[in-house]
């Protein structure tokens, strides 16, 4: 049984680019929780979906934005990329109102 | 709203030494409350949870934490580290399980010394 995975594995953009990483979660589940993890920093829950919805958010600006596809795959897009933005990206995935979420191993960006 | 505060970025401990990694939050609601750990390079994995029920939760790898109401404390234990335990360790509070929005603390990295 495939945990959840995330691609690419890292990845290198400049500011002002755009950003598109993807999630499939564990299989079986339906919803998908991004966050953002700083260099020496907690996770920061950026959004969360389900039913192709985003179902919460968290303070983070318009330029983050997401999709989750019929087959509970998501994407996360972040647009005019700061060089704050620069973080390891984490997928994880659960059932609806469970509440053990599995994490995949992340996306790291870097903004130069 | 809810917060996490994870006491001492750094613990270092001698190998065979008891383990302990201090959480307190803040919640308005009933938390759910989770211990996870980071290797290098890693995702997280859960070491625990506490829901409901019995205050004393045990998790993987012989690691265990105590739910204090009146405190308002998570603090994670294990009686004698092993050198495998070197790892980042986040607290994380949540009111309506996991699958809502999560809170992690700041982490807490774990040094074990031979």
């Known amino acids: 049984d495939a945990g959840v995975t995330q691609s690419p594995t890292h990845l290198i953009k400049t500011r002002g680019q755009q950003v598109t990483l993807r999630c499939s979660p564990k299989?079986?589940?339906?919803?998908v929780s991004w966050y953002q993890q700083a260099l020496g920093q907690g996770p920061q829950f950026i959004f969360q979906y389900y039913e192709e919805e985003e179902r919460q958010r968290g303070n983070f600006p318009d330029r983050f934005s997401g999709h989750q596809f019929p087959n509970y795959s998501s994407e996360l897009n972040v647009n005019a990329l700061l060089l704050g933005d620069s973080a390891l990206y984490l997928c994880?995935?659960?059932?609806?109102?469970?509440?053990?979420?599995?994490f995949g191993p992340g996306t790291r960006l870097l903004v130069l | 709203a809810q917060s996490v505060t994870q006491l001492g970025s750094h613990v270092s401990v001698s190998e065979g030494a008891l383990v302990l990694l201090r959480c307190n939050y803040s919640?308005?609601?009933?938390?759910?409350l989770f211990w996870y750990v980071q290797y290098p390079n890693q995702g997280l994995q859960l070491l625990l949870k506490y829901t409901t029920g019995a205050t004393l939760v045990k998790g993987i790898n012989g690691f265990e934490a105590e739910f204090k109401k009146s405190e308002t404390s998570f603090h994670l234990t294990k009686p004698s580290a092993h050198m495998s335990d070197a790892a980042e360790y986040f607290c994380a509070v949540s009111d309506q399980g996991g699958g809502f929005k999560t809170i992690f603390g700041a982490g807490t990295r774990l040094f074990v010394k031979a």
């Open positions: 919640s308005s609601v009933p938390p759910y």
């Open positions: 299989s079986g589940h339906d919803t």
């Open positions: 994880a995935s659960s059932l609806d109102r469970q509440e053990t979420q599995y």
